[in-house]
T-cell receptor, first 114, second 113 residues
Framework: DAGVIQSPRHEVTEMGQEVTLRCKPI?????LFWYRQTMMRGLELLIY????????DSGMPEDRFSAKMPNASFSTLKIQPSEPRDSAVYFC????????????FGSGTRLTVV | QQQVKQSPQSLIVQKGGIPIINCAYE??????FPWYQQFPGKGPALLIA?????SEKKEGRFTISFNKSAKQFSLHIMDSQPGDSATYFC????????????FGKGTKLTVNP
């Protein structure tokens, strides 16, 4: 298995622009998670899905952030409009619910908003 | 709010030393405690995990010690190597079937040759 695949690896955008981050989870995993990592706040859970349904989005910082999972093999995290304080590394992770095996993370998308 | 507190924030040891990273949780019952290892430019990767009915688990040079009554758990790395230099995160999953891992803030480990 190729693991969790995220794209792009790096994204540099101007403030106010729309940014879309993409994730392909591991085949057979039924839970998907979006995390944000910064030096100040560490790893923050933004939202997670189970069987393509959003279960908990309490970590989404504000309405500028939205996430979708149209099918079991694809998810997006969108920021519109982007702001400099959104600059961070965004990770997608997947797991098999109740498998107790923890998550498998992707390599992340480093977002820089200038 | 559910929390996992991790210390130290950074740690430097010489090759062959035994770095120890500590974590403590409070208020909420957890039932699965994984540790993740993250290298620069990579996502965190599962290293080793333990359930609260076990007091110690060892995999290769990595050992988790768990003290349920004190709500503390720690990672020991035996005979540490420069290749172990990474950031280590402890985590916990709350009881009740939630998949929400709660992460510590991480420990940056440097193993000098």
């Amino acid at each position: 298995d190729a693991g969790v695949i995220q794209s792009p690896r790096h994204e540099v955008t101007e403030m106010g622009q729309e940014v879309t981050l993409r994730c392909k989870p591991i085949s057979g995993h039924n839970s998907l998670f979006w995390y944000r990592q910064t030096m100040m706040r560490g790893l923050e859970l933004l939202i997670y899905f189970n069987n393509n349904v959003p279960i908990d989005d309490s970590g989404m910082p504000e309405d500028r952030f939205s996430a979708k999972m149209p099918n079991a093999s694809f998810s997006t995290l969108k920021i519109q409009p982007s702001e400099p304080r959104d600059s961070a590394v965004y990770f997608c992770a997947s797991s098999y619910f109740n498998g107790g095996q923890g998550y498998t993370f992707g390599s992340g998308t480093r977002l820089t908003v200038v | 709010q559910q929390q996992v507190k991790q210390s130290p924030q950074s740690l430097i040891v010489q090759k062959g030393g035994i770095p120890i990273i500590n974590c403590a949780y409070e208020n909420t019952a957890f039932d699965y405690f994984p540790w993740y290892q993250q290298f620069p430019g990579k996502g965190p990767a599962l290293l080793i995990a333990i359930r609260p009915d076990v007091s110690e688990k060892k995999e290769g040079r990595f050992t988790i010690s768990f003290n349920k009554s004190a709500k503390q758990f720690s990672l020991h790395i035996m005979d540490s190597q420069p290749g172990d230099s990474a950031t280590y995160f402890c985590a916990a999953i709350p009881q009740g079937g939630s998949e929400k891992l709660v992460f510590g803030k991480g420990t940056k480990l440097t193993v000098n040759p």
